[in-house]
């Protein structure tokens, strides 16, 4: 039998391992909850790349805010930014109409025209011209005719964080910048929205012309079928207007009134 020393040895040993035990524990909580931290910040900075200014996006904003394209979208930083500014898109809504003018041949009757002279085009839906521009469908009511005009203007301009967020004219567009930008040479707009502004804009669901989805950190739309997107670009000077279809999931549909 183990004598009275060993026994009393053995039970200050255990008494020590008691506050080892918690001290060891206590660091491994303290190092978890900074690499918890460390990886919500990375997310934040994802999430805020839309924002421009003020604290990062929650990453619980939306399903959407969380961009898996949004490192195609190629951001710069404005001081390293040389480029033109824009021109000031048409704010003025008096001139653009979206009903066709009174007298046009319907949709039907151009379809027939097409199909009996063999021309492939397709009613309501934009192309994507090779340089990267978008051409508007023979169809499209003035306004979308403007909101492609628009986007033109700034098609392969620079991503810019907070781009075209103080004013319409900048060098630089971010997704909401680049959106608001395209609309308000329609005259649809009046004053440049951050992507989460288009959650509760316009009407809600998708429209006949155009079709915005908007979430807690990004925004993009699709005109005439055309998506206009600053994320999923070939390269920084990519356009935004692509052809390659992408998930809607988390995100919000709006569209213009009558569009």
Same mark, same amino acid.
């Given at each position: 039998?183990? =004598?009275?020393?060993?026994?009393?040895?053995?039970?200050?040993?255990?008494?020590?391992?008691?506050?080892?035990?918690?001290?060891?524990?206590?660091?491994?909580?303290?190092?978890?909850?900074?690499? =918890?931290?460390?990886?919500?910040?990375?997310?934040?900075?994802?999430?805020?790349?839309?924002?421009?200014?003020?604290?990062?996006?929650?990453?619980?904003?939306?399903?959407?805010?969380?961009? =898996?394209?949004?490192?195609?979208?190629?951001?710069?930083?404005?001081?390293?930014?040389?480029?033109?500014?824009?021109?000031?898109?048409?704010?003025?809504?008096?001139?653009?109409?979206?009903?066709?003018?009174?007298?046009?041949?319907?949709?039907?009757?151009?379809?027939?025209?097409?199909?009996?002279?063999?021309?492939?085009?397709?009613?309501?839906?934009?192309?994507?011209?090779?340089?990267?521009?978008?051409?508007?469908?023979?169809?499209?009511?003035?306004?979308?005719?403007?909101?492609?005009?628009?986007?033109?203007?700034?098609?392969?301009?620079?991503?810019?964080?907070?781009?075209?967020?103080?004013?319409?004219?900048?060098?630089?567009?971010?997704?909401?910048?680049?959106?608001?930008?395209?609309?308000?040479?329609?005259?649809?707009?009046?004053?440049?929205?951050?992507?989460?502004?288009?959650?509760?804009?316009?009407?809600?669901?998708?429209?006949?012309?155009?079709?915005?989805?908007?979430?807690?950190?990004?925004?993009?739309?699709?005109?005439?079928?055309?998506?206009?997107?600053?994320?999923?670009? =070939?390269?920084?000077?990519?356009?935004?207007?692509?052809?390659?279809?992408?998930?809607?999931?988390?995100?919000?549909?709006?569209?213009?009134?009558?569009?």
């Amino acid at each position: 039998m183990p =004598s009275v020393v060993a026994r009393i040895g053995v039970g200050r040993l255990a008494l020590l391992a008691v506050p080892l035990l918690a001290a060891l524990l206590a660091l491994t909580f303290l190092a978890g909850g900074k690499s =918890s931290v460390r990886q919500q910040n990375r997310a934040n900075h994802v999430l805020s790349l839309d924002t421009p200014a003020g604290p990062p996006a929650s990453a619980t904003a939306s399903v959407g805010g969380v961009d =898996s394209e949004i490192g195609l979208a190629h951001a710069e930083s404005r001081s390293a930014v040389k480029h033109a500014l824009a021109r000031a898109p048409k704010t003025n809504a008096a001139s653009v109409t979206t009903h066709v003018a009174a007298g046009a041949p319907s949709d039907a009757q151009i379809r027939r025209m097409l199909k009996h002279e063999g021309v492939g085009l397709s009613a309501n839906r934009a192309t994507l011209n090779p340089d990267g521009t978008a051409q508007a469908p023979f169809n499209a009511p003035e306004a979308v005719l403007r909101v492609i005009e628009g986007g033109n203007a700034i098609y392969n301009f620079p991503y810019i964080w907070g781009g075209g967020h103080g004013s319409f004219v900048d060098k630089g567009y971010d997704c909401s910048g680049s959106v608001s930008y395209a609309l308000a040479n329609a005259g649809l707009l009046n004053r440049p929205l951050v992507a989460a502004d288009f959650m509760r804009w316009g009407q809600p669901g998708r429209g006949k012309w155009i079709t915005i989805e908007a979430s807690g950190g990004h925004v993009y739309m699709y005109v005439a079928g055309l998506r206009y997107d600053t994320s999923g670009r =070939s390269g920084p000077r990519g356009s935004r207007w692509q052809t390659a279809p992408r998930s809607n999931a988390g995100f919000v549909a709006v569209h213009p009134p009558g569009l």
